[in-house]
């Protein structure tokens, strides 16, 4: 199960804003998170704040909370009261957000506009697992405003999604893919796990070359993380598998930057490649360069103007206080300008665009020259203000942003 939040200070009952957060509203872009904590089953390696039926208990099922996440976003309303600008991006993930019916998915989108605005252009997302949509799903999905669908390949290999315990069987993501394009999605993502302990380089070779050949836009990969207290965690610690490799790990990155990039997808972010600019993920790169978002649901967490809060994580602890006219949230910080400017470093870094020199302490910058001297970050990128990583530094990504951070 999920871990806990941390500590934090209390947030009024009416989700109120402090003053240093209200003074930069519609400073930066502003978006809409919507986590909707529903699966059929749990995946050994998942460590979400998601349910399953049996998991959910009473207090909580999936045919309230839509009435519920509106309810929250007409708090939102209230609080941010139209000053925090038209919402560019929104982005439905959990849990399944496809375990609700389209028309539902549609209700919530409707408020998000009628409570915050949707600007004309608005990049909306919504995450899919293959089993849980078919065309007529998706068609209604696209009619209703979404534009972006990212499904959840993981693997084209069948003992590879065994170990993973993801249910779609092998072709079902292509045959998505196909049935998003028909139904009028310009934008379709496909995500995949590398390292899953008993996949090959040849296991998962065939799954980025099922992927490209589905025809997305946009691909995200990520290397496995065991998370403590998952049944993968517990199978491992068991030894009837074997914990991922750091030197297959990185292994596996680079076929997955080779054959990617073959493909005409670049690298935008440590894990993401898209076949243009007008398919990078614009509600991560929200998040990835400093913008706002209020985060709808169980466990979401918000940013805005400097303040960060996270929601209760249980659905029924979240429906009491929402049915009470309570904001949900369990607490927040506001974060020091040297939180801030750490966060920048952090996220920055991990983009092909890079970090600004100018973000950088003095032994930030020092650092940088560094790793320019270590084959780590673009030498003529420094000459012109920015860290950016090397395919060596992309790497070693988390040390060098140590070193970045000083």
Known sequence: MPGQPPDGEPVPADGGL??????????????????????LTRCGYCDFNTYTAAELGSGASRQSYPALAIEEIRLAGRVLAG??????TVFFGGGTPTLLPPQDLAAVLRAIDGELGLAADAEVTAEANPETVDQSVLAQLRQA???????????????????????????????????ARKAGFGQVSLDLIYGTPGETDSDWELSLRRAI?????????????????????????????????????????????????????????????????????????????????????????????????????????????????????QAREVLTDAEQATERIMLT??????????????????????????????????????????????????AVIRGLTG
């Open 83 to 88: 000053r925090a600008g038209p919402v560019r």
């Open 349 to 398: 870094t991990r983009l092909a665009s890079g970090c600004p020199v100018d973000a950088l302490p003095p032994a930030g910058r020092a650092a940088a020259g560094q790793a320019v001297t270590d084959g780590l970050a673009d030498g003529p990128a420094l000459d012109r203000g920015h860290v950016a990583l090397t395919r060596p530094g992309r790497l070693l990504a988390d």
């Open 145 to 179: 405003g979404f534009t972006r669908i990212s499904l959840g390949m993981q693997s084209a290999v069948p003992h590879v999604l065994a170990v993973l315990d993801r249910v779609h069987q092998p072709g079902r993501p292509e045959q998505c893919v196909g049935w």
């Open 213 to 329: 050949e589905a025809g997305p836009d946009h691909v995200s990969a990520y290397s496995l993380i065991v998370e403590d207290g998952t049944r993968l965690a517990a199978r491992i610690r068991r030894g009837e598998l074997p914990a991922p490799d750091d030197d297959v790990l990185a292994d596996r990155y680079l076929i997955a930057d080779d054959m990617l990039t073959a493909a005409d997808m670049r690298w935008y972010e440590v894990s993401n490649w898209a076949g243009s600019e007008a398919s990078m993920c614009r509600h991560n790169l929200l998040y990835w360069t400093g913008g706002d978002w209020w985060g709808v649901g169980p466990g979401a967490h918000s940013h805005v103007g400097g303040t960060r809060w996270w929601n209760v994580k249980h659905p029924a602890a979240y429906a009491r206080l929402i049915t009470a006219g309570r904001s949900p949230a």
């Open 18 to 39: 402090p003053e240093s957060a209200v003074e930069r509203l519609g400073s930066a872009p502003f978006g809409v998170y919507v986590h909707v904590p529903f699966c």
